[in-house]
Nanobody, 124 residues
Framework: QVQLVESGGGLVQAGASLRLSCATS????????MGWFRQAPGKEREFVAA????????YYADSVKGRSTISRDNAKDTVYLQMNSLKPEDTAVYFC?????????????????WGQGTQVTVSS
């Protein structure tokens, strides 16, 4: 069974940092690009970041570019999202997802597997 389990969310003050983790199992991790998406209350899900299957190519939403870093450890079947200088507008449930489109994608429809999400709340 394929499982993606996010962790690392929490309640932090503006300007703080968090590192989100997504541990995967049940899939050939190295065959998949990995992405992070987020959804705030009353808002549609939006793309945050993605990394190609080999880790050599990354993509970021304009809203987080320069503040966030996506990375992967293929030996641990885990993808990370380091978020710095957090802002209240970063508050959302963050989901990791796996896509067989190995180059990475900004489109949620390209991701076939999703985690349950982890809550990030940034206070002002």
């Amino acid at each position: 069974q394929v499982q993606l389990v996010e962790s690392g969310g929490g309640l932090v003050q503006a300007g703080a940092s968090l590192r989100l983790s997504c541990a995967t199992s049940g899939l050939r991790f190295r065959n998949y690009a990995m992405g992070w998406f987020r959804q705030a209350p009353g808002k549609e899900r939006e793309f945050v970041a993605a990394v190609s299957w080999g880790g050599g190519t990354t993509y970021y939403a304009d809203s987080v570019k320069g503040r966030s870093t996506i990375s992967r450890d293929n030996a641990k079947d885990t993808v990370y999202l380091q978020m710095n200088s957090l802002k209240p507008e970063d508050t959302a449930v963050y989901f990791c997802a796996a896509s067989f489109y190995g180059a990475g994608s900004r489109n949620g429809v390209d991701y076939g597997y999703w985690g349950q999400g982890t809550q990030v709340t940034v206070s002002s």
